[in-house]
Nanobody
């Protein structure tokens, strides 16, 4: 059973930065796509960024140029560097990995507020 442990969320002022990490364990198989999603109160969960095994990335239009997704396959870890954060980035951020099936992390809260 794949387990995901997320870290790096918190409270930050507008314009600030945060780096999220998500480490996967419990699998000896190569992880295919890895991604970050977010869900704000009263809204549906949405894709933020995704990276394939070949390191092809795609981003939501709202975060392009501000967020960067990367992965370290030796550590089975995916990162999300978030810069120039805005109040509308406030949400619970969820990690997702695909290893045959799709697995989700427990979520980490990101709050952007002055």
């Amino acid at each position: 059973q794949v387990q995901l442990v997320e870290s790096g969320g918190g409270l930050v002022q507008p314009g600030g930065s945060l780096r999220l990490s998500c480490a996967a364990s419990g699998t000896s198989s190569r992880i295919n796509a890895m991604g970050w999603y977010r869900q704000a109160p009263g809204k549906q969960r949405e894709l933020v960024a995704r990276i394939t095994r070949g390191s092809v990335t795609n981003y939501a239009d709202s975060v392009k140029g501000r967020f960067t997704i990367s992965r370290d396959d030796a550590k089975n870890t995916v990162y999300l560097q978030m810069n120039s954060l805005k109040p509308e980035d406030t949400a619970v951020y969820y990690c997702n990995v695909q290893v045959g099936y799709s697995y989700w992390g427990q979520g980490t809260q990101v709050t952007v507020s002055s």
